[in-house]
Nanobody
Framework: QVQLVESGGGLVQAGGSLRLSCAASGRTFSRYGMGWFRQAPGKERECIVG???????YYADSVKGRFTISRDIPKNTVYLQMNSLKPEDTAVYYCAMDLRRSTAVELTPSEYEYWGQGTQVTVSS
């Protein structure tokens, strides 16, 4: 059974930074695609960053240049470094695992089989 556990969310002022972690158990995440999604109140869940098993990456325009995805394979953990945070980045952030081994990052939430519980990120102005 796969389990994804996120951590690192919190309250930060605009311009600040946070690093989210997603620890995976049950499968070696580096063999699969991993995505970071976020969902703000009243909005749909959107993929903001992703990485495939072959290390292709995707960054949504809204986060490009500010967010960076990285992996620690021995720890089976994926990170999302978020810099220059803005109030509009406020949302619940989720990591997810895509078992299909696609060569391109899947952007649709339904393409991901496993999800973390989510972590709240709040950016104050």
């Amino acid at each position: 059974q796969v389990q994804l556990v996120e951590s690192g969310g919190g309250l930060v002022q605009a311009g600040g930074s946070l690093r989210l972690s997603c620890a995976a158990s049950g499968r070696t995440f580096s063999r699969y695609g991993m995505g970071w999604f976020r969902q703000a109140p009243g909005k749909e869940r959107e993929c903001i960053v992703g990485i495939t098993w072959s290390l292709n990456t995707y960054y949504a325009d809204s986060v490009k240049g500010r967010f960076t995805i990285s992996r620690d394979i021995p720890k089976n953990t994926v990170y999302l470094q978020m810099n220059s945070l803005k109030p509009e980045d406020t949302a619940v952030y989720y990591c997810a695992m895509d078992l299909r081994r696609s060569t391109a990052v899947e952007l649709t939430p339904s393409e991901y089989e496993y999800w973390g519980q989510g972590t709240q990120v709040t950016v104050s102005s």
